[in-house]
């Protein structure tokens, strides 16, 4: 199957600073690109669809200028979450999809802000 | 919108006994609809998915699913457990998650 590669795999920030996850498809070309929330013990919460080329679309209650996500090429996608607090501590994941919705998982970010 | 739910958080089953996950769905249009299995500190793998055709799906490690379109259920089986199959299972349709069953196997 498919291999999609997630860095870093755990980090820890201080409240206020910016972090960055990167999300990359190792062996195809994904065009389309999904970010997931995931709190403890809870499902997977779409956060946003990206698209090669394109701007992310949000789903409803994402704030869009925290969450900043970019997809520069056909194998990787970038999210950026600014100015972050507490609250935004949660293991984030990406994965690629497919035309049928079936989708590759990268192995998800835990993050921790202070 | 697509829904999926899942029938109980946690189930537990002897190594050897049939393992049955429920999951129903709620949708107005055919459903795509699918199976991930999250095994600690690792991402979802694809089990099994449906799409069209045949309703009973046979995936990896020998689970299968039957679409149930009369009872908008998607559950999912396996024979005989094995310790291995211990994790974290999640149904799900196009971009939606149910809430996720945690299997525990014991011996």
């Known amino acids: 199957g498919a291999v999609v590669s997630q860095h870093p795999s755990w980090v820890i920030c201080k409240s206020g600073t910016s972090v960055k996850i990167e999300c990359r498809s190792l062996?195809?070309?994904?065009?389309?690109m999904f970010w997931y929330r995931q709190f403890p013990k809870q499902s997977l919460m779409l956060m946003a669809t990206?698209?090669?080329?394109?701007?992310?679309?949000?789903e409803q209650g994402v704030e869009k200028d925290k969450f900043l996500i970019n997809h520069a090429s056909l194998t990787l996608s970038t999210l950026t979450v600014t100015s972050a607090h507490p609250e935004d501590s949660s293991f984030y994941i990406c994965?690629?999809?497919?035309?049928?919705?079936?989708?590759?998982f990268g192995p998800g970010t835990r993050l921790t802000v202070t | 919108a697509q829904s999926v739910t899942q029938l109980g958080s946690h189930v537990s089953v002897s190594e050897g006994a049939l393992v049955l996950l429920r999951c129903n769905y709620s949708?107005?249009?055919?459903?795509?609809l699918f199976w991930y299995v999250q095994y600690p500190n690792q991402g979802l793998q694809l089990l099994l998915k449906?799409?069209?055709?045949?309703?009973l799906v046979k995936g990896i490690n020998g689970f299968e699913a039957e679409f149930k379109k009369s009872e908008t259920s998607f559950h999912l089986t396996k024979p005989s457990a094995h310790m291995s199959d211990a994790a974290e299972y999640f149904c799900?349709?196009?971009?939606?998650f149910g809430q996720g069953t945690i299997l525990t196997v014991h011996p």
């Open positions: 449906y799409t069209t055709g045949a309703t």
């Open positions: 949708s107005s249009v055919p459903p795509y």
């Open positions: 062996d195809f070309q994904a065009t389309t």
């Open positions: 799900a349709g196009k971009l939606t």
């Open positions: 994965s690629a999809g497919q035309l049928t919705y079936e989708q590759y």
């Open positions: 990206s698209n090669e080329g394109s701007k992310a679309t949000y």
